[in-house]
């Protein structure tokens, strides 16, 4: 790990947290509360209030000590390295794959519906977490999971345990 | 009655259909996503047909099989299969990595029967005692309750308790989403129905522990790392000596007593009394440092405390018709379904059918225990499937699992959205596993706090011997787990001065 990562650790979590409850607890006026006969003497606003306010104390330890650390760090003689989005965004190429392709699979499983999509981002995510010398090897066998998973999972849960999985296009076809 | 029913438990028909809700519950529970309720509710009304003994006696195994499931995938692959096995990934996949799979599935598989078999004695030994126990917690005392629960956060942190906290803060939080308790005023739902009960404790489970294996695994794929877990360690007996075996006693006995304990309570469950046994466990042990390295004393306060958790469960449900969470309401309507009513009067309307759970609930353990260590080299030969297969085959599952939670696909987003979420609090060193406890926590505290400021005029907490005593170990716990940490800070800070 490079040295400067280490308070960068506690000043990007601080801030992003404290900036969270800060939303967190913006939102909490807004809530409707009932003032009637058998209210109770705390209103539901009192533990989001407790929470959010726990949260932004927390938030605001961690980017303080964040703070601190990179103070230390630049008395100590060391040297804060700029951080290089391009790169950090080469380096996790397969993480964020692996997340679009998800929230792809669930955003467009609906429509489309579960055998079409599940086989699709089967055969992707095999891929994904396969390293690329080594594709040519895995892209029938990664087809042939693809097909029998999403065929035999919806086959098992839609028919025989009765979960409510999409039926999407295949609707056309009454399956 | 006795008698009676053990003539019908020693069926050979309702021997089978023990097996087979046994084999059925493991199967539930291994699959991270599916869950021993849902198993219930499949099979429930399946049991319409049969007698009383046979149906709840299948619906038993299911329950049995399926918490004891989850400590497969937990250990096999760092997913929890439920709620209750949350804390066997601490030590149970280090285990799996160090080559120690089949010892760390014979130790969870051993243990979760004795576990359950402490569960059952007490069950039938002390429920009169204890349900009397049970009905003095009032909201004062789940007050104190969830509050103790969560100052053990504090020990399960390590040497960053700020955010540690923060993870549980964050559970908390999340957990308020929904309608709010006592007043059902909708909070933070932006008008989306789908989030009117809140999230799902599976679905947040899912998005933790299931996405971030995936992602941590696809982090890696560049670097040289295995498809497979080297395992070629052969697996002798239940995998552990008996000199190992004999060494846990204390600890088994102890969790299992801390699982049987928070069964009682209504609305905990076995998500809470796995981590609390964990952290007992780690506090009285004499190496508590090598706690989540991969060693067996981990699995054991996990494993028995979950199955513990089961008896405990059932002493509410039969004696007073109180399920404790959503398994035993299941399970309610299961007796319910065969004109078994739960209550105080049980042993004189319906004594023989009693006893037939007791004695089904044996059978079940000791046919969870033989399968799952006959089963055990199979279950060891998943990590010989390649992980690019394996983790996008099991999302996908996990992916039914949410969409089966409450047949909504909604949930798939939520599960995305934790999932990134998880990912992020990886990355900023922040632990995932307080969250669940705040999440667990964070209702059963507001809403017992509500009801406390009503009740606070008229009834004064001193005159609440267990709120007082929960409130001192609470104090106990923070000042201690706390000193225990900063010292531990302190150390790792030298360690790092020094390199």
């Known amino acids: 790990m490079k040295k400067n990562a280490k308070y960068m650790m506690d000043i990007v979590p601080g801030i992003v947290i404290a900036l969270f409850s800060l939303w967190y607890l913006s939102m909490v006026p807004g809530i409707k509360t009932f003032t009637g006969m058998g209210s109770t003497p705390l209103t539901n606003h009192f533990v989001p209030y407790l929470w959010g306010g726990a949260l932004l104390v927390l938030g605001l330890w961690i980017l303080i000590r964040g703070i601190r650390k990179r103070a230390a760090f630049v008395k100590a003689g060391g040297t804060i390295e700029k951080f290089d989005l391009k790169k950090g965004i080469d380096e996790k190429r397969e993480v964020i794959l692996s997340f679009v392709i998800l929230a792809l699979y669930v955003g467009l499983m609906g429509p489309v519906g579960f055998v079409p999509m599940t086989i699709l981002y089967l055969f992707a995510q095999i891929l994904i977490l396969t390293p690329t010398n080594k594709w040519k090897r895995t892209y029938v066998p990664a087809l042939i999971v693809a097909l029998i998973c999403a065929c035999l999972f919806y086959y098992l849960f839609r028919y025989k345990l009765n979960v409510l999985l999409p039926q999407g296009i295949l609707k056309n076809f009454g399956l | 009655m006795l008698l009676e029913g053990l003539m019908a438990v020693l069926q050979p028909f309702t021997i089978i259909l023990i097996a087979i809700g046994t084999v059925v519950g493991i199967i539930f529970g291994s699959i991270p996503g599916l869950t021993a309720t849902m198993a219930i509710v499949m099979f429930l009304p399946a049991t319409y047909s049969m007698s009383a003994s046979q149906g709840i006696s299948m619906l038993m195994a299911l329950y049995i099989g399926g918490i004891s499931g989850g400590l497969i995938s937990a250990i096999l692959l760092n997913i929890p299969g439920t709620p209750s096995s949350v804390a066997t990934c601490f030590d149970g996949k280090p285990m799996a990595d160090k080559g120690e799979a089949g010892k760390a599935l014979g130790t969870g598989v051993v243990f979760s029967f004795f576990g359950t078999l402490i569960g059952i004695a007490v069950l039938i030994v002390l429920t009169p005692v204890l349900c009397d126990f049970a009905l003095k917690f009032q909201a004062y005392e789940y007050c104190a309750l969830a509050v103790f629960s969560l100052s053990m956060v504090i020990a399960l942190t390590g040497r960053d308790m700020p955010k540690g906290l923060v993870s549980a803060v964050l559970g908390a939080l999340l957990a308020t989403v929904g309608l709010a308790p006592i007043d059902s005023k909708p909070r933070f739902t932006f008008d989306l129905f789908q989030l009117n009960n809140g999230f799902a404790l599976l679905v947040l489970l899912i998005g933790l522990f299931a996405i971030s294996e995936v992602m941590a695994y696809a982090e890696g794929v560049r670097k040289d790392q295995s498809f497979t877990v080297d395992n070629n360690?052969?697996?002798?007996?239940?995998?552990?000596?008996?000199?190992?075996?004999?060494?846990?006693?204390?600890?088994?006995?102890?969790s299992a007593l801390i699982g049987v304990g928070i069964g009682i309570l209504p609305g905990i469950g076995g998500g809470v009394s796995c981590m609390i046994s964990y952290t007992v466990s780690k506090n009285i042990s004499k190496h508590p440092q090598l706690y989540g390295t991969g060693i067996m004393d981990g699995v054991v306060a996990s494993e028995s405390a979950n199955n513990g958790t089961i008896g405990g469960a059932m002493i509410p449900l039969l004696a007073l018709g109180i399920p404790g969470d959503a398994c035993t309401a299941m399970l309610l309507g299961g007796l319910q379904v065969h004109n078994v009513a739960p209550g105080p009067l049980i042993y004189e309307k319906s004594g023989a059918v009693v006893y037939a759970i007791f004695f089904a609930m044996v059978i079940a353990a000791i046919f969870m225990m033989l399968f799952m260590l006959l089963g055990m080299r199979f279950f060891v030969s998943v990590l010989k499937v390649p992980k690019n297969y394996l983790l996008p085959v099991v999302l996908v599952l996990?992916?039914?699992?949410?969409?089966?939670?409450?047949?909504?696909l909604f949930d798939t987003y939520c599960m995305v959205g934790f999932g990134l979420m998880s990912y992020l609090m990886i990355k900023s060193k922040i632990p995932t596993v307080p969250m669940i406890l705040g999440f667990i926590l964070g209702p059963t505290f507001e809403t017992n706090l509500r009801r406390v400021s009503q009740l606070?005029?008229?009834?004064?907490?001193?005159?609440?011997?267990?709120f007082c005593v929960l409130m001192i170990a609470t104090i106990l716990v923070v000042i201690f787990s706390t000193?225990?940490?900063?010292?531990?800070?302190?150390?790792?800070?030298?360690e790092e001065a020094n390199s």
């Open chain 2, 233 to 254: 360690a052969k697996i002798k007996g239940a995998g552990f000596s008996l000199k190992e075996g004999i060494a846990q006693i204390p600890n088994c006995i102890i």
């Open chain 2, 398 to 408: 996990c992916a039914i699992g949410a969409i089966g939670n409450a047949n909504m």
């Open chain 2, 456 to 466: 606070a005029s008229s009834d004064k907490f001193w005159s609440h011997p267990i």
């Open chain 2, 483 to 494: 000193r225990a940490n900063l010292k531990e800070a302190k150390r790792a800070e030298a």
